[in-house]
């Protein structure tokens, strides 16, 4: 168990550029969930994979935002055009989803991508 | 509908015993603990699930009060490595059970010598 790892740890980027962060999830983990953190306030929900279906994203994500996990292994998160208010630290976690709902499993974190939008 | 966390912050002395609470105003399937240092990724502490369980962790446990949707976290004689931001991540029962969880804002704890 290697845990998840996230690429690149800072990202300082002009506004009006695109980024893309890549989380690879720990190898037997169907499930997949990219969160945000801005400084002093807890984790907010983005999306999530079931496998490499994505199955749901929020309301407050923008189109400039979009995910992917091709083949249910790793997932990149892209944005578009890049706007100062997107600073933040994205964290990408996985679990081990069983059957049942409601499903109880723990989330593992990743050490996040810091973003810094200029 | 995010999860409220009460006290914002709290400072012990090693040994002291401290109590951090999350309130929901939705019905819950279950209330997770993380422990997130500064610059790391937030840990998995444990779940409480509907039912009004209550859970132990060494000298971490928690509750769930389930009528009320309220969860506290209990940290009993408290460590220098008990230091960081607890946070409680809820997941409603209107979210379909996926595991979506809403966190709240934070407890900053700081335990000195």
């Known amino acids: 168990d290697t845990g998840v790892s996230q690429d690149p740890r800072h990202k300082i980027t002009k506004r009006g550029q695109n980024v893309t962060f890549r989380c690879d999830p720990i190898?037997?983990?169907?499930?997949l969930y990219w969160y945000r953190q801005t400084l002093g306030q807890g984790p907010e929900f983005l999306t999530y994979?079931?496998?490499?279906?994505?199955?749901?994203k929020s309301r407050l994500l923008s189109d400039r935002f979009s995910a992917e996990r091709p083949k249910g292994s790793f997932s990149t998160l892209e944005i578009q055009r890049t706007e100062q208010g997107d600073s933040a630290m994205y964290l990408c976690?996985?679990?081990?989803?069983?059957?049942?709902?409601?499903?109880?499993?723990?989330?593992?974190f990743g050490n996040g991508t810091r973003l810094t939008v200029t | 509908q995010q999860p409220v966390q009460s006290p914002q912050a709290v400072i012990l002395r090693e040994g002291e015993d401290a109590v951090i609470n999350c309130s929901s105003s939705?019905?819950?399937?279950?209330v997770h603990w993380y422990r997130q240092k500064h610059g790391e990724a937030p840990v998995f502490l444990m779940i409480l699930l509907k039912g009004g369980e209550q859970k132990g962790h060494e000298k971490i446990s928690a509750s769930f009060n389930e009528k009320k949707q309220q969860s506290s976290l209990y940290l009993t004689a408290s460590q220098l490595s008990y230091s960081g931001t607890y946070f409680c991540g809820t997941e409603p029962q209107v979210s379909g059970g996926y595991n979506k969880l809403i966190f709240g804002a934070g407890t900053r704890l700081a335990v000195h010598p």
């Open positions: 190898s037997e983990h169907n499930r």
């Open positions: 939705k019905a819950l399937y279950s």
């Open positions: 994979f079931q496998n490499e279906a994505q199955l749901e």
């Open positions: 976690a996985s679990s081990l989803a069983g059957t049942t709902i409601p499903d109880n499993s723990p989330l593992h």
